[in-house]
């Protein structure tokens, strides 16, 4: 029996490394996004800097077993053999849960999951002592549980989203009234002030929260507390004076510095303080069992009241820790998708947007702008000129819409940094429970408030975002509680057979994540969508949209061609994925029509005939998306709901439909390709040909009906697909002869 133990100790060590990357991807959002979103600095010196900062944090953390010290339950309570089996629960869930939210790109807190997640273990844990003690009842549950934590932490939650998010909207505010979107010049003349306020609270918080529980931690922190507004003063002393020299001497703004430091202490205090919500669970089961397997007594009766002391951690497990968090670091894809998430919410331009609008969102943003008219009537018409003014954006900024242009500017990413790193001393100096996520997220998206970026054109979006990304955390407390419970309870039945059971399940489920993202990631990466034009006369627009048209074609060929061949068939999981590719399509289409002001704004005022003709190719591009979203759409909802099949003479006349647009569409593709575009008005009489021929058939089919068809669904798909397909063709003979006159 006593093998079991053993065996679930390196289940634990095993899933503590699996912990460590999930978690690094999570939460490596806190202090990578204002570096990479306002690219002051190369992603490589970011991520030297991160890694830094994260191995320092690391290997001087204590490593406290900090979630079973604060007192989630009480260990005392329990026996070793249901400590192991609340670890295990604990451990299963959190890497799963974890996974699930990188996966999403959503960030979430790891420390709210593990605390929710021991909190639903030990629960079920207690209510299993309960049911088995006849002198107990559900009243009791308060002597294994400590329920004013949890209430702690829920408060927690809800004030640091409020407080981070209206402290970085104001703080914000205030810097943009002061050095403007044109801020160079300003920051040359009180550049020193500004970093020495900056770097004073960031070096603060790199000594008060990042190196909280390090073992040089208690040797300093008397005079931290006692002294700190001395220690504040020399401080931005000090700092202002380096602030000074430095761009004197470099001839470079102060706010790189700021940024990297700040990138720097994040990282140092998410790792120190972090690091526990990981291996900490693992750790105080190994102290568990090396305590129990010394003692003689059995796993059922030995008392885990050992697990209220400090358990430290090994220094070389914080060295191997350290080191699988910086790999993790640099090579996860799940890291770059959950900051992709935040840097594209506070983004200072419109662009592609991940979340669609909700009831909520529309209200917020409707009460938002009505707000600001009524303030606007209030306020003298001066200051809202000088208001106004400060926010004027750059045209460079402005009119351009490049993806790879800094998300935000420098003022913000140091605000952000700066806000996050005080409001996170202020907590902990306090002992409030908060997450580091929370608030570096919060921070971030009320900056971006502040900052005006989210516009009319994309504040329902962006606010839809946040609301998502609010509701996952709280979706994380209530999941981590309910899946770890369930966990344990399974465990507590099963023993050995179930633990093997649901390791094998999330092996599982992790290796069914790892290859949904990577597909999802090579399909974003894919050279196969439609490319935005960048060329700025007629004849650069013609040569590049020859690109996107052949891969409309070639797409619409090979859908509609699947279509028909569905429908023969019966075959709905395809027609399904003929559905989904068209969307795709759609999704293309409308991202090119959305980029079409910057594209007008950049174009040289000798090729301004070129926008029209570009406005036209999207048009009939729309128009050839429409009716193949309206043919897959039918055809999928006939098969789908189980309807007649076509009869064999309708198919027929559909599979020659297909077989003569697809010869045709087939030459198009070719032509475009290889840019030999002599022939076209032939291929254009060739269409024209085709769609007579379908109203041909059309009419035949009128007559059919009249004499024998006597299905009424079968005859509405039917006409449905020909008229469509009817649109299609003179749809894409309409682009041709668009095309043909340009050309000449």
């Known amino acids: 029996m006593d093998q079991i133990y053993f065996?679930?100790?390196?289940?634990?060590?095993?899933?503590?490394?699996?912990?460590?990357?999930?978690?690094?991807?999570?939460?490596?959002?806190?202090?990578?996004?204002?570096?990479?979103?306002?690219k002051a600095i190369s992603f490589r010196t970011i991520m030297i800097v991160a890694s830094l900062g994260i191995f320092i944090g690391a290997v001087f953390s204590s490593g406290m077993m900090e979630v079973a010290r604060k007192g989630?339950?009480?260990?005392?309570?329990?026996?070793?053999?249901?400590?192991m089996i609340i670890f295990m629960a604990v451990m299963i869930t959190d890497i799963l849960l974890l996974d699930f939210f990188n996966t999403l790109g959503m960030p979430t807190s790891t420390t709210v999951s593990i605390v929710f997640e021991l909190l639903g273990a030990a629960v079920i844990m207690a209510l299993i002592k309960i049911g088995m003690d006849p002198n107990q009842t559900v009243a009791d549950l308060g002597t294994y549980i400590n329920t004013k934590k949890a209430t702690e932490i829920i408060s927690g939650i809800l004030l640091s989203v409020v407080i981070a998010f209206s402290v970085g909207a104001l703080v914000q505010w205030l810097s943009r009234m002061i050095f403007s979107f044109h801020y160079e010049q300003k920051i040359k003349n009180f550049g020193s002030?500004?970093?020495?306020?900056?770097?004073?609270?960031?070096?603060?918080?790199?000594?008060?929260?990042?190196?909280?529980?390090?073992?040089?931690?208690?040797?300093?922190?008397?005079?931290?507390?006692?002294?700190?507004?001395?220690?504040?003063?020399?401080?931005?002393?000090?700092?202002?004076?380096?602030?000074?020299?430095?761009?004197?001497?470099?001839?470079?703004?102060?706010?790189?510095?700021?940024i990297t430091i700040g990138t720097f202490g994040l990282a140092l205090a998410f790792s120190g303080n972090d690091l526990v919500n990981f291996i900490g669970?693992?750790?105080?089961?190994?102290?568990?069992?090396?305590?129990?397997?010394?003692?003689?007594?059995?796993?059922?009766?030995?008392?885990?009241?050992?697990?209220?002391?400090?358990?430290?951690?090994?220094?070389?497990?914080?060295?191997?820790?350290?080191?699988?968090?910086?790999?993790?670091?640099?090579?996860?894809?799940?890291?770059?998708?959950?900051?992709?998430?935040?840097?594209?919410?506070?983004?200072?331009?419109?662009?592609?947007?991940?979340?669609?609008?909700n009831m909520l969102s529309r209200f917020l943003v409707k009460g938002g702008t009505q707000l600001g008219n009524l303030m606007s009537k209030i306020l003298p018409s001066g200051v809202l000129a000088k208001m106004n003014q400060s926010f004027e954006k750059p045209e460079a900024i402005a009119l351009k819409n490049d993806p790879e242009a800094p998300a935000f500017d420098m003022i913000r990413a140091s605000i952000n940094l700066m806000v996050a790193g005080v409001l996170i001393s202020i907590a902990t100096s306090m002992k409030l429970p908060l997450s580091t996520t929370y608030v570096t997220f919060m921070v971030a998206m009320g900056t971006s408030l502040a900052d005006r970026a989210w516009g009319r054109e994309s504040a329902v979006y962006r606010v839809a975002g946040v609301i998502n990304v609010i509701g996952g955390w709280f979706f994380t407390a209530f999941i981590a509680f309910v899946v770890a419970g369930t966990m344990a309870y399974l465990i507590f039945l099963g023993g050995g057979v179930a633990i093997a059971v649901l390791l094998i399940l999330a092996i599982a489920l992790l290796v069914r994540n790892y290859l949904f993202h990577k597909k999802r990631s090579a399909d974003k990466a894919a050279p196969k969508g439609l490319k935005k034009t960048a060329s700025k006369t007629v004849q650069g627009i013609i040569s590049e949209s020859t690109q996107n048209i052949a891969n409309v074609f070639a797409r619409t060929q090979k859908t509609y061609s699947n279509v028909i061949h569905g429908l023969a068939k019966q075959d709905e999981k395809g027609l399904k994925k003929c559905k989904k590719g068209v969307e795709k399509l759609g999704e293309e289409i409308e991202d090119l029509r959305n980029n079409l002001f910057y594209f007008i704004k950049n174009l040289e005022e000798t090729s301004l005939r070129g926008s029209k003709f570009y406005i036209q190719i999207l048009t009939h591009l729309t128009d050839i998306s429409q009716s193949l979203d309206f043919i897959t759409k039918k055809s999928f909802k006939h098969i789908h709901n189980n309807h007649k099949s076509l009869r064999f003479n309708q198919v027929k006349v559909l599979q020659e439909v297909d077989h003569e647009f697809g010869t045709i569409l087939s030459k198009l593709v070719r032509m475009f390709d290889e840019n030999d575009l002599k022939t076209i008005s032939t291929v254009t009489t060739e269409l024209e040909a085709l769609s007579q021929n379908v109203s041909q058939r059309i009419d035949d089919q009128v007559t059919l009906t009249r004499k024998e068809e006597s299905s009424p669904k079968n005859t509405a798909l039917y006409f449905n697909v020909l008229l469509e397909s009817k649109d299609l063709i003179d749809a894409v003979c309409e682009l041709m002869q668009v095309y043909n006159k340009n050309v000449k």
């Open 7 to 38: 065996m679930m100790l390196i289940a634990l060590a095993v899933l503590a490394v699996v912990d460590l990357v999930v978690g690094v991807s999570n939460d490596a959002v806190n202090f990578l996004n204002s570096a990479i979103g306002s």
């Open 72 to 83: 989630i339950f009480v260990p005392g309570e329990f026996y070793f053999n249901e400590i």
């Open 193 to 258: 002030i500004f970093g020495g306020v900056a770097l004073t609270a960031i070096t603060y918080f790199i000594f008060f929260k990042g190196l909280k529980g390090t073992p040089y931690y208690d040797s300093f922190k008397e005079v931290l507390a006692s002294q700190a507004w001395v220690i504040l003063g020399v401080g931005f002393v000090f700092w202002s004076l380096f602030s000074y020299l430095f761009m004197k001497i470099f001839k470079k703004s102060i706010l790189i510095v700021v």
């Open 281 to 357: 669970v693992p750790m105080a089961a190994y102290h568990s069992f090396e305590a129990w397997s010394v003692s003689g007594v059995a796993a059922n009766e030995f008392s885990m009241g050992v697990l209220s002391k400090k358990v430290p951690a090994e220094p070389i497990l914080l060295f191997i820790a350290g080191g699988i968090m910086v790999l993790t670091l640099w090579f996860s894809k799940k890291a770059k998708t959950v900051t992709e998430t935040e840097i594209g919410l506070s983004r200072q331009n419109d662009g592609a947007e991940k979340f669609q609008p």
